[in-house]
């Protein structure tokens, strides 16, 4: 059974940083795609960042140049360091891991992390 589980969410000030990690209990964890989507309220859920097997990435336009993906695959963790954080990316930040890129949605979802960015 595969479990995420994401930390180090908080509240930060904009124009600040945070470092969210998810560690994952999955076997073959080298050869999965893994990510973060986010869910503020009211509003749908978004994807954030995705990296694949080889370490390829894609992000959404509005977190491109503040937000970085980056996976170990010894300690089968996938981590997402915001930067230039603002108050539209206050949300739930849900860690999620998939079979490849295109289809991660398909695959396992941790419960979630919260950030909120406000002065």
């Known amino acids: 059974q595969v479990r995420l589980v994401e930390s180090g969410g908080g509240l930060v000030q904009p124009g600040g940083s945070l470092r969210l990690s998810c560690a994952a209990s999955?076997?073959?964890?080298?050869?999965?795609?893994m990510g973060w989507y986010r869910q503020a309220p009211g509003k749908q859920r978004e994807l954030v960042a995705v990296?694949?097997?080889?370490?390829?990435?894609n992000y959404a336009d509005s977190v491109k140049g503040r937000f970085t993906i980056s996976r170990d695959n010894a300690k089968r963790t996938v981590t997402l360091q915001m930067n230039s954080l603002k108050p539209e990316d206050t949300a739930g930040y849900y860690c999620?891991?998939?079979?490849?890129?295109?289809?991660?949605?398909?695959?396992?979802w941790g419960q979630g992390t919260q950030v909120t960015v406000s002065s």
């Open positions: 999620v891991q998939g079979p490849t890129m295109a289809t991660i949605e398909s695959g396992s």
């Open positions: 999955v076997s073959l964890f080298s050869i999965r795609a």
């Open positions: 990296i694949g097997r080889l370490g390829s990435t």
